[in-house]
């Protein structure tokens, strides 16, 4: 009877055995099929990347902050060209000696005088144009702020995806660990399994719980990063982060170098820096020209009618030329060619930042190559040819976890790769200053 029962309890540990290798191996499949790249997260939406700029663009401080400076640089363009204002006075003469009697002067003695500058030298139209070549530098560094948020909006959202799509595998993860111990726990107690296999199998969930728990904590960060973007509160509730598989970049080097020359905000403002500064050289060689000023008196107003009435000409004689105008010429000319030369170094640099972007963005490309056409179908041909041996009793348990995890690790750097193909597009467009 007791051999009975023991065969009775070994046949049901068997079968409790068998029903859960079934499970831990339809997890596997699970795993392998359904964790795609826009995993399932029931409790949010999709949030639409190209709303989320156009919420950033509308809402963020800094690119509000570069829009009003470029309206205050537009409204200096007509106070530049006006004219200085005239100048009203009037004066007093001959009042006798030690006294303030103003009426005791003469009424042709009180005199109202009007006086106007007239600049003859055109340095109020360079004045204007220098004005309006500051307002489209202000233009190219408030594009140049617009396209910094922007790449950070892309940024934190495909950081957000990353993270997303490496706690659901894990999660996974865990949950096939579970599953498995179970298996393990069961194959220990018929001394099948040693302990150290069981040990090592509950510090890889106590392990991947850990990392669980690190990306949820770098996420709510994320998440803020984004939240402060678009100028959301910190805390708001954000949805399901999506990409694309496409990898359909290809490298014209020529075209987006024309791109960058045409469109890099920060290029741009060197190249406005060179025209400004060529008007400040002209405007330097006009201070050396006089300006005219007249002024007109008018006698006898306090006495009920206009007497006989003066007129002053004047004009500014440049005397200190050789030590104010002469340097201030110099001056113009040494910063024309800091600009030049500051132009051409973005230039070089622009060059080389965008050869760097595209290398990267290749980089990322064959890795996406390698983890989805050659990695992932070989770690699941052999997760599933492991499973089937394993489920026949001729397979080490810890190899069988082991494929596991390579494969888990080959999909997370799928993903990585994904992310980073995205990412370094987007730092391509802010780098060319258009869209790719």
Do not use: C
């Not at 495909?158 to 865990?174: A, D, G, I, R």
């Amino acid at each position: 009877m007791q051999k009975s029962k023991v065969k009775s309890q070994n046949g049901k540990s068997k079968i409790k055995i068998g029903k859960t290798i079934l499970t831990w191996g339809l997890l596997v499949w699970a795993l392998m099929l359904g964790v795609g790249i826009n995993a399932v997260y029931p409790q949010d939406e999709v949030l639409n990347l190209d709303m989320l700029i156009k919420e950033a663009e509308a809402n963020n401080p800094e690119i509000l902050a570069a829009k009003k400076r470029l309206e205050a640089a537009k409204a200096r363009i007509p106070q530049a060209k006006a004219w200085e204002d005239p100048k009203v006075g009037i004066s007093v003469e001959k009042i006798p000696k030690g006294s303030l009697k103003l009426d005791r002067t003469m009424a042709e003695d009180r005199m109202l005088s009007v006086s106007q500058a007239f600049p003859l030298s055109g340095r109020l139209s360079l004045k204007g144009k220098i004005a309006v070549v500051e307002s489209q530098i202000s233009a190219s560094e408030y594009k140049g702020i617009e396209l910094e948020v922007i790449n950070e909006v892309k940024k934190a959202y495909y950081s957000l995806f990353l993270n997303y799509e490496e706690s659901e595998l894990k999660k996974n993860s865990v949950q096939l660990l579970e599953d498995s111990s179970r298996v393990a726990e069961a194959k220990y107690g018929l001394g099948k399994l040693g302990q150290g296999e069981v040990l090592k199998l509950h510090l890889e969930i106590a392990r991947m719980n850990n990392d669980i728990a690190s990306l949820k904590e770098e996420r709510k960060a994320q998440e803020t990063e984004l939240n402060t973007l678009l100028n959301r509160p910190a805390q708001a509730p954000l949805g399901l982060f999506v990409l694309e598989e496409d990898a359909s970049f290809k490298a014209d080097m020529e075209a987006f170098y024309q791109l960058a020359l045409k469109n890099q905000p920060e290029l741009s403002t060197f190249a406005y820096a060179i025209e400004k500064n060529q008007y400040a050289k002209k405007l330097a060689k006009r201070s050396a020209f006089p300006d005219l000023m007249a002024e007109i008196g008018l006698r006898g107003i306090t006495a009920g009618g206009i007497g006989p009435w003066d007129l002053a000409m004047a004009i500014s004689l440049p005397f200190w030329f050789w030590t104010k105008q002469r340097y201030e010429i110099k001056e113009a000319v040494f910063n024309l060619e800091e600009a030049k030369s500051a132009y051409e170094a973005m230039r070089n640099k622009m060059f080389a930042q965008v050869r760097d972007i595209v290398s990267k963005i290749e980089i990322a490309k064959n890795k996406m190559n390698l983890s989805k056409t050659n990695l992932m179908p070989i770690l699941e041909s052999s997760i599933s040819s492991s499973l089937a041996a394993f489920r026949a009793g001729r397979y080490d348990f810890m190899m069988l976890i082991d494929n596991e995890r390579m494969y888990i690790e080959a999909k997370l750097d799928y993903y990585r790769a994904l992310a980073e193909y995205h990412i370094n597009l987007a730092d391509l467009e802010r780098a060319t200053g258009g869209k790719i």
